[in-house]
C-alpha cells in the first residue's frame, strides 16, 4: 500500500496557501487603523486604545463524521470552543465569549441540546460566557442525520501584554503541551484509514486502551487557563496551537524571520493513536507531523533560562509539558532532527 498523504484524502494544502494569497487583498481592502495584523496570525487583532480584542472563528470539521456514526453529539462542542479559543489565548487573550453555528438538513431538538451541552461545557472550560448563535434549518442541503459547527471567540488582552512573535530570540527554548488526541485536525485523512461506522469505532484497541471511538471522540484540549496562568507568573515569548498542517505549518507562525525551530523528534511524546493511523496507513514521518499534533497540541516559546520553571509551572496546572527543541538563527521554517 503507497504512503497516503492529506492530498490523498482531498486536502489541497497549497490550494488552502492559494485561496488565501488570494482573498488577502479583500480583506485587507477593509482594513482601518485599528486592525493590528493581516492574514496569518492564530487571531484576528483589533486595537482598542489600551485594550486589542483578538478574535477567532473555526469548525469541528470531518470528526463529526464519528459522532454521526456513533449518534453521540456531547462533546464536539467542546471541541469547536477549543479550535477558537485555542486560537486567541495564542496572543496572550482571555476569552470572553463565543457564539456558534450550527446547520442541519432537519433539526433534531435532542441532538441539537447535546451539541450545545458541549459548547457550554467547552465555554466553561475556557472561561468564557456563550452569548449567542444561530441554528440553521437547511432541508435539502445536509444527508439525513448529519450537521455541521462551527463558532467565534472573541477575547481581550492589554496591549502592553499582546503576544505575538517580535520578541522570540535565538536559544529560547520551544515547549511543547500535550494533546489529549488527534484534536479536531486530519480527519479527512483519519476517515480514508479507518470507516466511520459503528462497529469499526467500536472496536477495542489494547494499545490505546480504549474503543477507537472512544479516542476519535476525545475532545480537543482547551490551554486557556494554564496558558494565562503560565503567561502572569513567567515570560512567555510566543505560542502556538498545533491544528491543521501539524508542525510544519503552524509552529513557524510563532517565529520570526530570520530565524528556525530545531526539533528534536526522540524529545516528542507522540501519542500511540498516531503510530496506529502511521502503520495502516504507511505514511512517511514528514507527511505525520505536517498532519496531525503527533501528541503536541500546543507550543509556548521561553528565554532558555523560565524552561525548567515554566514546565514546571504546567504541570501544576495539570498540563504535561517538555522542551523539544530551540530557536537558532538562520533557516526558515521547522527541522526535526
Known amino acids: 500500500m503507497p504512503s497516503l498523504t492529506y492530498q490523498d484524502a482531498g486536502v489541497s494544502v497549497e490550494a488552502g496557501y492559494e485561496a488565501v494569497r488570494r482573498m488577502k487583498a479583500y480583506a485587507e481592502s477593509t482594513f482601518d487603523e485599528h486592525v493590528m495584523q493581516s492574514l496569518g496570525s492564530f487571531g484576528g487583532m483589533y486595537s482598542l486604545g489600551e485594550q486589542v480584542l483578538v478574535s477567532g472563528t473555526d469548525g469541528v470539521g470531518t470528526k463529526l463524521k464519528a459522532a454521526f456514526a456513533l449518534d453521540r453529539h456531547d462533546t464536539v462542542g467542546i471541541d469547536c470552543v ?98 489529549s488526541g488527534v484534536h479536531s485536525n486530519g480527519f479527512s485523512l483519519v476517515r480514508k484509514l479507518v470507516e466511520m461506522r459503528r462497529d469499526a469505532l467500536d472496536e477495542y484497541l489494547p494499545e490505546l486502551g480504549k474503543t477507537l471511538g472512544e479516542e476519535l471522540l476525545t475532545p480537543t484540549r482547551i490551554y486557556v487557563g494554564p496558558v494565562l496562568s503560565l503567561i502572569e507568573r513567567a515570560e512567555v515569548h510566543s505560542v502556538a496551537h498545533i491544528t491543521g498542517g501539524g508542525f510544519y ?57 523560565e524552561a525548567d520553571g515554566a514546565v514546571a509551572l504546567l504541570a501544576n496546572e495539570g498540563v504535561e509539558a517538555y522542551a523539544i527543541g530551540e530557536i537558532v538563527a538562520g533557516g526558515e521554517g521547522v527541522s526535526l532532527c
Open 82 to 179: 477549543a479550535m477558537c479559543a485555542n486560537d486567541v489565548v495564542c496572543h496572550g487573550a482571555k476569552p470572553l465569549f463565543f457564539l456558534d453555528y450550527i446547520a442541519t438538513g432537519k433539526l433534531v431538538p435532542e441532538v441539537a441540546a447535546g451539541v450545545v451541552k458541549g459548547v457550554a461545557e467547552g465555554c466553561r472550560q475556557a472561561g468564557c460566557a456563550l452569548i449567542g448563535g444561530e441554528t440553521a434549518e437547511m432541508p435539502g442541503f445536509y444527508p439525513e442525520g448529519e450537521y455541521d459547527l462551527a463558532g467565534f471567540c472573541v477575547g481581550m488582552v492589554q496591549k502592553d501584554k499582546l503576544i505575538d512573535n517580535t520578541r522570540v530570540r535565538a536559544g529560547d527554548v520551544l515547549i511543547a503541551l500535550a494533546s
Open 249 to 305: 505549518e503552524n509552529i513557524p507562525r510563532s517565529i520570526p524571520k530570520g530565524h528556525s525551530a530545531r526539533i528534536e523528534k526522540r524529545s516528542v511524546r507522540v501519542l500511540p493513536i498516531f503510530r496506529l493511523l502511521q502503520k495502516r496507513g504507511g505514511m512517511e514521518e514528514k507527511d505525520m507531523f505536517g498532519t496531525f499534533n503527533m501528541g503536541v497540541g500546543m507550543t509556548l516559546t521561553v528565554p532558555a533560562a
